[in-house]
């Protein structure tokens, strides 16, 4: 039985392998679904612009995360320098308040972007790979179905006789199967691009809407729109002293 395996596996291999270089010297036809190849070399092309997006995100992150800390310590020794120095405490106390008040809404704003870089993560790294991983299924399958294709095709032009018909026979048998194999994947496929599609304009207008607002309340200093983003994406942030550290310690 392994032996059989083993044997059927190399016949395959060889079979796809001739298809392959055939193809690529430009001697073997090959099946081509052209609407269907552009939306798999667009869907790779949108994951390689993504992947981009998500490294500068987690670039951003990196730098806000510094920052915050930055600025949680510039607030701590205007703290410490406002109670020894009584002349200057006034002035010193103010800026440690701002620190404070900085330092808060950079973690608001951390918190935004943090879920904002989880979600491009999942898309790319878990629903675009899993459509590409059928899409490679679907690749090899073609390339199967053409291998066999070719194979029945040359058995067909050659002669009749009873060896060979047993052979054409065995050839179409093998040739049906890959092709059903083949069209099955095609549609698998075709659904899995239509699905995700749907799903990235959804996920995207969602994770946009949620790092514009964001964003722009921070730099705008408004700290009430900035907390009712969050809110309003349903983000919670982890309360200090809490069993778990916060995702900020988590960087």
Not at 35 to 57: D, F, G, H, P
């Amino acid at each position: 039985e392994k032996f059989d395996i083993v044997k059927k596996w190399g016949i395959n291999t060889y079979k796809c392998t001739k298809q392959l270089l055939s193809e690529r010297f430009g001697r073997g036809s090959r099946t081509v679904d052209l609407e269907l190849e552009t939306q798999i070399e667009l869907l790779r092309e949108t994951k390689r612009k993504y992947e981009s997006v998500l490294q500068l995100a987690r670039a951003l992150t990196s730098h806000l995360y510094s920052l915050v800390q930055t600025q949680h310590a510039l607030g701590d020794a205007f703290a410490d320098l406002s109670q020894k120095s009584p002349e200057l405490q006034e002035e010193f106390g103010y800026n440690a308040e701002t620190q404070k008040l900085l330092c808060k809404n950079g973690e608001t704003l951390l918190g935004a972007v943090n879920f904002f870089v989880s979600s491009i993560n999942t898309l790319v790294n878990k629903t675009m790979e899993d459509t590409l991983m059928t899409v490679k299924q679907y690749e090899t399958a073609r390339l199967e179905y053409d291998a066999y294709r070719t194979d029945l095709e040359e058995l067909s032009m050659g002669p009749r006789d009873a060896s060979a018909v047993s052979r054409l026979d065995a050839a179409q048998s093998q040739f049906q199967s890959h092709k059903d194999k083949y069209e099955k994947l095609r549609a698998d496929v075709a659904i899995k691009l239509k699905f995700l599609e749907e799903n990235k304009i959804k996920v995207m207008h969602k994770q946009l809407l949620l790092f514009h607002n964001a964003i722009s309340a921070y730099f705008a200093g408004n700290q009430q729109q900035l907390e009712q983003t969050l809110k309003q994406f349903n983000i919670k942030l982890k309360t200090p002293g809490a069993e778990k550290p916060s995702w900020l310690e988590e960087q």
